[in-house]
């Protein structure tokens, strides 16, 4: 059974940091990427990594936040710098096989962990 164990939430001050971490179990995936969902929102593409390197990002994120993966682990990071208030959101890890599209078509979600950025 596919599972993708998130890590890493909390509560943070706007500017600070927090990582989160997404490890799949036993099998590795062509994308591994972050989405968010805000109360009242919609949830949104934050960002994904490729196995072979290349990473995208939400507009809204690109130069505060860092995705990063390990791949003899089955691991992808989520390095969020300069916390806004409006990051506030439960980000779940994602992950799929498919290679159609970088912001749809994730097949395994994770569980999801709440970060909250405070003003």
């Known amino acids: 059974q596919v599972q993708l164990v998130e890590s890493g939430g909390g509560l943070v001050q706007a500017g600070g940091s927090l990582r989160l971490s997404c490890a799949a179990s036993?099998?590795?995936?062509?994308?591994m990427g972050w989405f968010r969902q805000a109360p009242g929102k919609e949830r949104e593409f934050v960002g994904t990594s490729y196995s072979g390197g290349s990473t995208y990002y939400a507009d809204s994120v690109k130069g505060r936040f860092t995705i990063s993966r390990d791949n003899a682990k089955n691991t992808v990071y989520l390095q969020m710098n300069s916390l806004k208030p409006e990051d506030t959101a439960v980000y779940y890890c994602?992950?799929?096989?498919?290679?159609?599209?970088?912001?749809?078509?994730?097949?395994?979600w994770g569980q999801g962990t709440q970060v909250t950025v405070s003003s």
């Open positions: 994602a992950a799929k096989f498919g290679v159609v599209g970088v912001q749809r078509g994730y097949d395994y």
């Open positions: 036993g099998l590795t995936f062509n994308y």
